[in-house]
């Protein structure tokens, strides 16, 4: 069974970072795309990064803005998400996806929050 695990969210102040970890099991991931989304409540669920197979090809939403960065260590079958200078508005859960064809993302985690107090 394919398991995306979440971890590394929690609280923090406006303004401190974030390191958003995700480690798959079940499947290698190596040779797919991996990714993050959010969903903060009562807004729709949104793209925040992707980063290709080998890591040499990332995507970011506008509302990234530098501030984050997505990597990945295919050794681990892990990505990660680091995320600086954050805001109020980027509070959400935070959702690893796998495996993106077509336009469809095959395997979604389960979340981690991520809380910012102002």
Not at 65 to 83: E, H, P
């Amino acid at each position: 069974q394919v398991q995306l695990l979440e971890s590394g969210g929690g609280l923090v102040q406006t303004g401190g970072s974030l390191r958003l970890s995700c480690s798959a099991s079940g499947r290698a991931f190596s040779n797919h795309a991996m990714g993050w989304f959010r969903q903060a409540p009562g807004k729709e669920r949104e793209f925040v990064a992707s980063i290709n197979s080998n890591g040499g090809f990332t995507r970011y939403a506008p509302f990234v803005k530098g501030r984050f960065t997505i990597s990945r260590d295919n050794a681990k079958n892990a990505v990660y998400l680091q995320m600086n200078s954050l805001a109020p508005d980027d509070m959400a859960p935070y959702y690893c996806v796998a495996d993106f064809v077509g336009s469809t993302w095959n395997y979604w985690g389960q979340g981690t929050q991520v809380t910012v107090s102002s």
